[in-house]
């Protein structure tokens, strides 16, 4: 909440409600460069050994290659995504509580965790998770240009008669947001956020891994 005065002098009042939070941190204090590394000869390894992945990849995720359609589930099949699954945790643990989350007893449990493999001029379009609670990415490889995850005013099919914003306008109130990807950390999102990857214009592969949690 914010106090301001108007020409004469009179008190006014603005209130920030119905926030949309975005997290991003490190995923570990240390040790990002080494853990990047396994995960990215294992990532590797997954798309050659994945056919189905690649010929989903074809339609569902056009020029790159992502897990998704076929093996959505690494921290159940790989010590390595299991690692990262449990790195994540107090990730999570630590966004519910900025959300003011009432888990009633439960937790938040990881369903989904994939590979998205995004070679030069590939492009993740908008979308979101639904049946999720929290989502999120962790960044294994970026290399310098990557693009960023672009996130959408939520509200913006309700926008029916306002101006544009000003060039300079607050982050709080642009109608789109980019994060940028930065290997060695982790975003989180509510999973209900719409967002997108843009076009890789770099000629290394961004390497990422995506990841869902519920609680029902």
């Known amino acids: 909440m914010t106090d301001e005065r108007l020409g004469d002098n009179a008190p006014m009042t603005t209130q920030t409600l119905f ?14 460069a080494a853990f990047n590394r396994q995960l990215l000869r294992e990532a590797a390894q ?5 056919p189905a992945g690649r010929r989903w990849s074809e339609t569902g995720y056009p020029g790159g290659y992502t897990s998704y359609g076929t093996v959505s589930r690494m921290q159940t099949v790989s010590p390595t ?4 699954e449990r790195k994540l945790s107090r990730h999570v643990r630590s966004f519910a509580r900025r959300l003011d989350f009432d888990l009633e007893g439960r937790e938040l449990v990881m369903t989904d965790c994939w590979v998205n493999v995004m070679p030069q001029g590939v492009v993740h379009g908008l979308h979101l998770h639904p049946l999720s609670t929290i989502s999120g990415t962790y960044y294994v490889q970026v290399p310098k240009g990557a693009p960023g995850l672009k996130f959408e005013d939520p509200r913006l099919d309700r926008m029916m008669a306002a101006p544009p914003r000003i060039c300079d306008a607050r982050a709080s109130n642009r109608p789109w947001i980019v994060v940028p990807a930065v290997a060695g950390n982790v975003v989180l999102f509510e999973s209900w956020l ?20 519920a609680w029902f």
Do not use: C, M, Q, W
């Open 46 to 50: 997954l798309r050659i050994d994945d």
């Open 19 to 32: 926030p949309t939070l975005i997290y991003k941190a490190a995923l570990a204090p240390n040790g990002a």
């Open 194 to 213: 719409r967002h997108e990857v843009p076009a890789n214009p770099i000629v290394t592969e961004r390497v990422s891994v995506s990841f869902n949690y």
């Open 81 to 84: 995504f299991a690692a990262l």
